[in-house]
């Protein structure tokens, strides 16, 4: 089995920073791709970054230029650093990972998400 588990989450004020991590542990053969989403009240969740195990970054038109997404392969982590948060940036934050338990099987791995709040 495989556990994400995120943290970093809190209440900000606008023009503000946060750090997220999510590491991941269990049985884990590999991991591929690792990735953040967001879902607001009433919203979809949305794609905010993902990044490959070689590092090549994908981001959200919405966050380009204030989001950083890297990671840690030797400790399984991933990470998002937020820059100038904006309040459409309130969101519960949710990371995954394409996981794979034994060599050529994989399966995709969901955190259990932090809540992101940027507020005066």
């Known amino acids: 089995q495989v556990q994400l588990v995120e943290s970093g989450g809190d209440l900000v004020q606008p023009g503000g920073s946060l750090r997220l991590s999510c590491a991941a542990s269990?049985?884990?053969?590999?991991?591929?791709?690792m990735g953040w989403y967001r879902q607001a009240p009433g919203k979809q969740r949305d794609l905010v970054a993902t990044?490959?195990?070689?590092?090549?970054?994908n981001y959200a038109d919405s966050v380009k230029g204030r989001f950083t997404i890297s990671r840690d392969n030797a400790k399984n982590t991933v990470y998002l650093q937020m820059n100038s948060l904006k309040p459409e940036d309130t969101a519960v934050y949710y990371c995954?990972?394409?996981?794979?338990?034994?060599?050529?099987?994989?399966?995709?791995?969901w955190g259990q998400g932090t809540q992101v709040t940027v507020s005066l």
């Open positions: 990044i490959t195990s070689g590092g090549g970054t």
């Open positions: 995954n990972a394409d996981v794979a338990v034994i060599a050529g099987y994989f399966n995709v791995y």
């Open positions: 269990g049985s884990i053969y590999s991991i591929y791709d």
